[in-house]
Structures are given as structure tokens and as C-alpha cells.
């Protein structure tokens, strides 16, 4: 069964939450704590990395930003985000023309950065004209839509305070969050320069497509539909954003003005490209490197 059908329906969102306020999942929490065997496990912090080096086809260790070899025959490749890709292309893993742009030695041309896919999102803010019991903490509830094939659109309530929001009530607000699953639309990842510090350029290519901007724009007009009906209606306060807009090239215009993304990029190996990775994560054509980013897509 489709994966996205199989989760078709409503659901509750996974928030992690420390001293009342939310916070991002982080992986390497446990590690900071000190989890596992001291004599196994050794984390080292405010050590960026700049590189994998190899010997031949097999991984010989890492150099960081300042230029230190830590050497190591494994590696697992765990950056987040868009540092991963990066870090694999200055490594010589990547595009070959990418590469040879910048002076890089050519380890293995496999296609990174090259399909980047993020989650398009819209945020329609209402006003909450009642005060709840507890409004420190953020949780989301979701629902998929999918009664056919391409209509992958995820509705979130996700509750926003602004400022002191407790003691004002025009600061209190909730947004019905629209997001795109399965975008058409691909961006990419460049170096900009070998050099660690400097952050690679990005290119989302949000809504690209006419097909995206055409599902987008109908599952906003969903939402808002949605927002006027049954109990939700009588939660729910005045529209703020969008506000206005009803004609479908005004709304458009303001989607595509106020679109935001979902913070899960994953041009790196989305593992379904079997090019530049397998199941396992390990790098098609050298030894002993492994890619694992639990934010990826």
C-alpha cells in the first residue's frame, strides 16, 4: 500500500517540549548526556567538519575546519540539513563538473545536491478569541488528504503565541498549516567555495510547477473552507492571513508571497535514489562511509 494512504486520516503531532517551551528533536542529546560506555563513546563539540578523506576508495578519516586529520576507517556521515551534502562534496563526492569547478579531486561522480526536495507550507493565521487552560504548550494535530493520487495535502493546527500572548488577547493566534507531501518541483545545493565556513547556496524552487501551485492554491481554499464549519468555526477567530484574498490570482499572489518550507530538506540521498546510495546508507563506490540524517525526507 501507498505509504501516504496508509497514514491517510487524523492523527496527533510529535512535539518535544523542555521547561514548557518547544524545542527541536536532537539525536545527539543522549550523547551530550553521556549515554553509553565512556571507554565506546567519545563526543567532541564546536568541531566542524570540513571533509572525508580517502585512501584509494576507502575512507581514511575526517579533516575539520582548522585542518586536523581524525582518523577513522568508518565513517557515518550525520550533518542535518544542508551541511551533509556539503560536506560529501568537498569530499570529492558529487557531480564531477561541480567539482572540478572548484579544484576538487574527483572520488566518486555521483548526483548530490542534485534533487532537492522540501515540503512546501502556508500558514493561515486566525485570531483565538478564547483563552485555553495551558498556552505554553505547542502541539499540532494533522490530517492527510488523499483521496487520489497527486492530492498529497497535510492540514496542521499548530497554536502560535506573538509577545506576551498570555496577557494580550490580540496577540493570541493559531495557524491552519498547508502542506505539500509530494512537490513536483526539485531545487538544488552548490558550493559556493571550498571553504568550511562558507554555506553552501540553495535553490528550494518552491511551487515551481503549475501542478504544485494548482494543488497549493486548492488546498488552501480546503482549509479555509474547513475553518468555517462545525466546532472549528466557533474556535476559531477572524482570518488574519490571508485575510482578503478570494480571487484565486489574489490568493496565489499571496501564497506565493508568504509561502514558507518545511524544515526537512533531503538533497543529500533520498534513499530511493539508488545511485548514490543503498538501504544501509553506505556510499555506492568507496568503503567504510555511511550517510544517516534523521531530518532528511
Same mark, same amino acid.
Given at each position: 500500500?501507498?505509504?501516504?494512504?496508509?497514514?491517510?486520516?487524523?492523527?496527533?503531532?510529535?512535539?518535544?517540549?523542555?521547561?514548557?517551551?518547544?524545542?527541536?528533536?536532537?539525536?545527539?542529546?543522549?550523547?551530550?548526556?553521556?549515554?553509553?560506555?565512556?571507554?565506546?563513546?567519545?563526543?567532541?563539540?564546536?568541531?566542524?567538519?570540513?571533509?572525508?578523506?580517502?585512501?584509494?576508495?576507502?575512507?581514511?578519516?575526517?579533516?575539520?575546519?582548522?585542518?586536523? /586529520?581524525?582518523?577513522? #576507517?568508518? +565513517? &557515518?556521515?550525520?550533518?542535518?540539513?544542508?551541511?551533509?551534502?556539503?560536506?560529501? $562534496? =568537498? *569530499?570529492?563526492?558529487?557531480?564531477?563538473?561541480?567539482?572540478?569547478?572548484?579544484?576538487?579531486?574527483?572520488?566518486?561522480?555521483?548526483?548530490?545536491?542534485?534533487?532537492?526536495?522540501?515540503?512546501?507550507?502556508?500558514?493561515?493565521?486566525?485570531?483565538?478569541?478564547?483563552?485555553?487552560?495551558?498556552?505554553?504548550?505547542?502541539?499540532?494535530?494533522?490530517?492527510?488528504?488523499?483521496?487520489?493520487?497527486?492530492?498529497?495535502?497535510?492540514?496542521?493546527?499548530?497554536?502560535?503565541?506573538?509577545?506576551?500572548?498570555?496577557?494580550?488577547?490580540? /496577540?493570541?493566534?493559531? #495557524?491552519? +498549516? &498547508?502542506?505539500?507531501?509530494?512537490?513536483?518541483?526539485?531545487?538544488?545545493?552548490? $558550493? =559556493? *567555495?571550498?571553504?568550511?565556513?562558507?554555506?553552501?547556496?540553495?535553490?528550494?524552487?518552491?511551487?515551481?510547477?503549475?501542478?504544485?501551485?494548482?494543488?497549493?492554491?486548492?488546498?488552501?481554499?480546503?482549509?479555509?473552507?474547513?475553518?468555517?464549519?462545525?466546532?472549528?468555526?466557533?474556535?476559531?477567530?477572524?482570518?488574519?492571513?490571508?485575510?482578503?484574498?478570494?480571487?484565486?490570482?489574489?490568493?496565489?499572489?499571496?501564497?506565493?508571497?508568504?509561502?514558507?518550507?518545511?524544515?526537512?530538506?533531503?538533497?543529500?540521498?533520498?534513499?530511493? /535514489?539508488?545511485?548514490? #546510495?543503498?538501504?544501509?546508507?553506505?556510499?555506492?563506490?568507496?568503503?567504510?562511509?555511511?550517510?544517516?540524517?534523521?531530518?532528511?525526507?
Amino acid at each position: 500500500m501507498d505509504t501516504l494512504a496508509r497514514h491517510a486520516g487524523l492523527g496527533r503531532g510529535l512535539r518535544v517540549l523542555h521547561m514548557e517551551w518547544r524545542a527541536p528533536g536532537d539525536v545527539a542529546s543522549p550523547i551530550a548526556d553521556g549515554a553509553g560506555p565512556p571507554s565506546l563513546l567519545a563526543a567532541r563539540t564546536r568541531v566542524a567538519a570540513d571533509r572525508v578523506v580517502f585512501d584509494g576508495h576507502r575512507v581514511a578519516g575526517v579533516v575539520d575546519a582548522d585542518g586536523r /586529520l581524525h582518523r577513522s #576507517a568508518n +565513517v &557515518v556521515l550525520s550533518a542535518e540539513l544542508m551541511l551533509g551534502p556539503a560536506i560529501l $562534496l =568537498r *569530499s570529492g563526492i558529487g557531480p564531477a563538473a561541480r567539482l572540478e569547478e572548484f579544484g576538487i579531486p574527483v572520488v566518486r561522480n555521483l548526483p548530490v545536491g542534485e534533487r532537492l526536495l522540501v515540503k512546501p507550507r502556508y500558514h493561515i493565521v486566525y485570531g483565538l478569541p478564547h483563552r485555553g487552560k495551558d498556552e505554553r504548550n505547542v502541539e499540532a494535530h494533522a490530517v492527510y488528504a488523499c483521496p487520489v493520487p497527486g492530492t498529497d495535502i497535510d492540514l496542521s493546527l499548530l497554536p502560535l503565541n506573538i509577545g506576551n500572548a498570555q496577557d494580550d488577547p490580540a /496577540l493570541r493566534s493559531i #495557524a491552519l +498549516v &498547508v502542506s505539500m507531501s509530494r512537490p513536483e518541483s526539485v531545487g538544488y545545493l552548490r $558550493l =559556493r *567555495s571550498r571553504d568550511p565556513r562558507v554555506a553552501p547556496r540553495v535553490t528550494y524552487n518552491l511551487l515551481a510547477t503549475a501542478g504544485d501551485r494548482k494543488r497549493m492554491l486548492g488546498g488552501v481554499r480546503l482549509a479555509r473552507a474547513l475553518a468555517r464549519q462545525g466546532e472549528l468555526s466557533t474556535m476559531l477567530g477572524e482570518e488574519r492571513v490571508p485575510g482578503v484574498a478570494t480571487s484565486d490570482e489574489h490568493l496565489e499572489a499571496m501564497i506565493l508571497e508568504q509561502l514558507a518550507s518545511a524544515a526537512s530538506p533531503s538533497p543529500r540521498i533520498p534513499m530511493e /535514489l539508488e545511485d548514490i #546510495a543503498d538501504a544501509s546508507g553506505s556510499v555506492h563506490g568507496v568503503e567504510g562511509l555511511r550517510v544517516f540524517d534523521p531530518l532528511g525526507a
